[in-house]
């Protein structure tokens, strides 16, 4: 259906004269002025008073211009002699319209807000990860989610990506597993390695007694045995006691003679007879 349709303007030509096109045209000068000064006013006003964002403040400078520009034309339209109660109408039918598509969204944002109050999977100032992002909450609007990346990213994700998409809390829970993965050779003693890696999570201070920290054989590489250091930290220090782990692994390691092993090929060269 053309837009013509859906307006149904009629032209009655034998109502217009040259009185009223001249009308009009007064009408149309003296309209466009009053909307320039009643744009600037208003620009002014929002200016003064409001503590609005500058981009929010253009997008209403813009939209009260185009709607008194709406009025005006529907004005000099009438003054010709044109029935506009046809436009009205389609104007409010195409108008209503455009606003459903475009608040279609904005309902679902607004919904997901709500539930995301009302069930809290993620809070102010918690670590998670959101539809492939991480960072830290530091807002959960009616519309949308805020987090803080730790390289000091701002970024704001519709509520409907945060109640639609698996979240990962990291600091929900009180405590954490820390786990450091570390390859050993083959030729190493083993069970040396194993009581080495668990004497060195037991003395850390960070790492908590219960439940006890543990070594796992993970894998049985083609160039190593790869073992899996684990101990249970408070949330608040899972950061720290993992780096230290990493860290120090490598020095108790080579201080009681065990190699950590790093991938490695074996080529044999067959010399044409």
Known sequence: MEIAEILNVTV??????????????????????VVKILTSVFKKMLSRASKLPGL???FLIRFFSILLYVILALIVI??????????????SAVIGLILGFGLQDTVTNLAAGVWLAAFRPIDKDELVEVNGISGTVTSVGIMATELLKPDNTYITIPNSLVWGSPVINSTRMETRRVEVKVRAAYDSDLDKAIRVATDLMAAHE????????????????????NLALRAWTKTSDMWGVQWDLNRDVVRAFREAGIEIAFPQVDVH?????
Do not use: Y
Not at 206 to 225: C, F, H, I, M
Not at 269 to 273: H, P
């Open 78 to 91: 009438a003054t010709i002699g044109f029935d506009i109660s046809s436009v009205v109408l389609g104007l």
């Open 269 to 273: 060269l067959d010399r044409a007879q």
């Open 56 to 58: 929010v403040v253009e």
């Open 206 to 225: 960070g790492v908590l007694p219960s439940p006890e920290p543990v070594v796992v054989v993970t894998e049985l590489a083609d160039s190593s045995v």
């Open 12 to 33: 009655p030509l034998s109502d217009i004269t040259l009185e009223s096109v001249v009308l009009a045209v007064l009408v149309a000068i003296i309209g466009w002025i």
